[in-house]
């Protein structure tokens, strides 16, 4: 009888001791305001929402990167340029996330890229303002990660592309089946640029030493606030050159009653055509005399100046010419010269925040770009991928926009003043760079 109570004691006293210990847990759980549940999976829990306010952080990078990238790209004379500086940034951010040491800090100085945070939640908001679809034109934007099917990613890495960039995760077997899986990804990009965008990554580009592309595209389709007539578009000469005209199909309109964002001054006039709903336009630089005379100190800060001083102002006459081409940049060089530099080469590439090793290295990054201008509005198509493997002047009296000699364009969200397109119309008979 006195070892059962002796057992009963012992079993009270072990229950008294654990109830002891667990009030002590609890109390100092709840003393650092912790819950309990998550103690281990906290860091993985700590995610900023979408913010505005960091979104035009995320816009500033954007768009100094697009008039860096438009003097890098300004090369040859004479030659049209087009592409997508939102959606080449897209592509080179999620790179970035992989990115450790001196190649995360060179990618962080030619996107002029903000704090981790921040770049995540306000590229978030800008991805999900992109893709709002309460609008009156057409404007998305995908992103895509394509990796090798048995290759081992970190899932963090994946996770964050997912959840902080709106990135589908794809499997493909780049080792065996090299062809399809370009054709595949090909496909994806050419369904979401309205299959304006095709053979973004050409044969002989992906290898079976390929482990990841990542890609983004982006489409834009809008009409004019004030179309043209077609039945007033005639041919007329476009001075490639003082002494090279070209004939080309120009679109004339007399916007009677109607005022436009408008800026003339010594040297350059300015014109912001806005398409329907008001969201988005198009802001063409007309220079007065050449081209280069603007492109020498043109930046963001410098359109925001020129928009700052602009008014709304009658025209008289307003003249463009029709125009459409496609582009296409194979980027290593020109992002290696911007100072992205070890990205590229093995033994100084860091991309260990994706795999966990300096194994893998950039191959290349491929931009190709499509824009058709006409009397109903604007089409425009952009795409990226980064390949990662393995080892005449008008009388003063008149207000006349007629653009018939070289000039640049910008195709803008008013909203958040994200540039999503950039171009320079040198010979708008030529529909390839």
Same mark, same amino acid.
């Given at each position: 009888m006195k070892k059962e109570i002796d057992s009963v004691k012992g079993i009270i006293a072990i229950v008294i001791f654990a109830i002891s210990i667990t009030a002590v847990l609890v109390f100092l759980i709840t003393s650092f305001d912790i819950d309990p549940l998550v103690i281990e999976e906290m860091p993985k829990k700590i995610l900023v929402e979408p913010s505005e306010e960091n979104m035009?952080?995320?816009?500033?990078?954007?768009?100094?990167?697009?008039?860096?990238?438009?003097?890098?790209?300004?090369?040859?004379?004479?030659?049209?340029?087009f592409y997508s500086p939102y959606s080449i940034f897209s592509a080179l951010a999620i790179t970035y996330e992989g990115s450790r040491e001196e190649t995360a800090e060179e990618i962080v100085s030619v996107l002029h890229l903000p704090t981790e945070a921040v770049l995540r939640s306000g590229f978030q908001a800008l991805?999900?303002?992109?893709?709002?679809?309460?609008?009156?034109? %057409?404007? !998305? /934007?995908? $992103?895509?990660?394509?990796?090798?099917?048995?290759?081992?990613? =970190?899932?963090?890495?994946?996770?964050? +592309?997912?959840?902080?960039?709106?990135?589908?995760?794809?499997?493909?077997?780049?080792?065996?089946?090299?062809?399809?899986?370009?054709?595949?990804?090909?496909?994806?990009? %050419?369904? !979401? /640029?309205? $299959?304006?965008?095709?053979?973004?990554?050409?044969?002989?580009? =992906?290898?079976?030493?390929t482990r990841? +592309?990542?890609?983004?595209?982006?489409?834009?389709?809008?009409?004019?606030?004030?179309?043209?007539?077609?039945?007033?578009?005639?041919?007329?000469?476009?001075?490639?050159?003082?002494? !090279?005209?070209?004939?080309?199909?120009?679109?004339?309109i007399e916007p009677k009653?109607?005022?436009?964002?408008?800026?003339?001054?010594?040297?350059?006039?300015?014109?912001?055509?806005?398409?329907?709903?008001?969201?988005v336009s198009m802001l063409i630089l007309l220079p007065k005399e050449n081209i280069e005379s603007i492109e020498s100190d043109l930046n963001f800060e410098k359109i925001k100046e020129y928009k700052e001083k602009m008014k709304e102002t009658e025209?008289?006459?307003?003249?463009?010419?029709?125009?459409?081409?496609?582009?296409?940049?194979f980027m290593k060089e020109?992002?290696?010269?911007?100072?992205?530099?070890?990205?590229?080469?093995?033994?100084?590439?860091?991309?260990?925040?994706?795999?966990?090793t300096k194994e893998l290295v950039i191959d290349d990054v491929i931009h190709q770009a499509y824009v058709s201008v006409d009397e109903e509005g604007t089409e425009?198509?952009?795409?990226?991928?980064?390949?990662?493997?393995?080892?005449?002047m008008a009388p003063d009296n008149e207000?006349?926009?007629?653009?018939?000699?070289?000039?640049?364009?910008?195709?803008?969200?008013?909203?958040?003043?994200?540039?999503?397109f950039i171009g320079r119309v040198s010979d708008p008979t030529k529909k390839t760079n």
């Open positions: 035009s952080v995320v816009v500033l990078a954007n768009n100094e990167f697009a008039f860096d990238l438009y003097r890098s790209l300004n090369k040859s004379e004479g030659e049209n340029i991805y999900n303002q992109i893709n709002n679809g309460e609008k009156e034109y %057409e404007l !998305n /934007t995908a $992103n895509a990660l394509w990796a090798q099917k048995d290759y081992p990613f =970190l899932e963090e890495y994946i996770n964050t +592309v997912r959840q902080r960039y709106g990135g589908e995760i794809t499997n493909l077997d780049f080792i065996k089946e090299t062809e399809s899986s370009r054709k595949t990804i090909n496909e994806y990009i %050419e369904k !979401n /640029t309205n $299959n304006k965008i095709k053979n973004l990554i050409p044969k002989g580009v =992906l290898s079976p030493l990841m +592309v990542i890609t983004n595209a982006i489409y834009f389709k809008g009409k004019w606030k004030l179309e043209f007539d077609k039945q007033d578009t005639k041919e007329l000469d476009f001075y490639v050159t003082p002494d !090279n005209p070209v004939k080309i199909e120009m679109m004339f009653e109607t005022k436009f964002n408008y800026l003339d001054t010594e040297e350059v006039q300015l014109i912001e055509l806005p398409y329907q709903g008001e969201e025209v008289d006459a307003l003249y463009l010419p029709k125009f459409e081409f496609d582009t296409k940049y020109v992002l290696i010269s911007m100072g992205m530099n070890s990205a590229f080469f093995y033994g100084m590439a860091d991309f260990s925040k994706m795999d966990g425009a198509a952009g795409a990226t991928a980064v390949i990662i493997g393995l080892t005449s207000k006349i926009f007629m653009a018939n000699r070289p000039f640049i364009f910008i195709i803008q969200d008013n909203k958040t003043e994200n540039i999503l």
